[in-house]
């Protein structure tokens, strides 16, 4: 159950977004290759390469970079809204694993056949692990079951699920935290939104790593650049939080 969090030196890992910002696809490599530098840097134990601003294209060429860059961290990749694509980059480039925005509850009843069909599939194929969201931010939710009953099927499908709340950067909620772990015992769990250096101690106990994309902008949204600063504050309080576990 735990294989996912091997691929990590540490415990509680976290992992920073690169969202392939950028006016063309020269500026949009070079800030990338840049905030993997600065993340390398002050202890970010992996990245995860998302096409949020940037296109399929763009992660593609981010990924060429770093499969051939010998960085010595751990990487993965997320192809949002196209989650067949995200299997091909994971293969072709030799990701750690990739993250999924939802692998349960999204699609209407009739299709959750397809879903798991799908997931049968490909899981067969491509060895890198899976983060899977369940009832994750903007991601419908057309269950027919409770959350406990999902995160059941959730299991069969990933190697970690991720949590958060509504939106990018908002705060994901203790009591969304419990109930996730209450419903998947000790099943990696990745809490997906809302990590700053203040609730470090009270998530990261409850969780078994994070994803941190807007805290480490300049200005704490998505669309900021990286900040030497801000990774270098919020990873001073996770290492100060690993040498309490």
């Known amino acids: 159950m735990n294989q996912f969090l091997s691929c990590f030196k540490v415990a509680k890992p976290v992992i920073g977004v690169i969202h392939t910002k950028g006016t063309d696809d020269a500026d949009m490599l070079r800030r990338a290759k840049e905030e993997i530098r600065i993340y390398k840097e002050n202890g970010v134990d992996s990245f995860l390469v998302e096409t949020y601003f940037g296109t399929y294209y763009q992660v593609e060429k981010v990924l060429d ?44 009843p009739r299709d959750e056949d397809s ?14 692990y899976v983060i899977g969201g369940v009832r994750f931010k903007y991601q419908p939710v057309l269950s ?51 990590l700053t250096p203040q609730n470090v101690a009270e998530k990261l106990a409850l969780g078994d790593g994070a994803i941190v994309g807007s805290f480490f902008k300049d200005n704490y949204q998505d669309n900021g650049d ?20």
């Open 144 to 194: 027919d079951r409770t959350v406990e009953e999902d995160l059941k099927i959730a299991m069969t499908r990933c190697d970690a699920i991720c949590v958060t709340q509504d939106a990018t950067g908002q705060e994901t909620s203790t009591d969304k935290i419990v109930q996730f772990r209450n419903g998947i015992g000790d099943f990696p769990l990745i809490i997906g939104a809302g």
């Open 115 to 128: 879903l798991d069909a799908f997931f049968k599939l490909y899981r067969e194929r491509c060895k890198a």
């Open 65 to 108: 970079y770093v499969a051939g860059a010998d960085l010595g961290m751990p990487y993965g990749v997320n192809c949002l809204n196209v989650d067949a694509m995200g299997f091909e980059l994971a293969m072709k480039f030799d990701c750690d694993y990739l993250q999924l925005d939802s692998v349960v509850g999204h699609v209407k």
């Open 226 to 245: 990286v900040c030497p600063a801000h990774v270098a504050e919020m990873m001073d309080a996770v290492r100060r939080f690993r040498e309490k576990l």
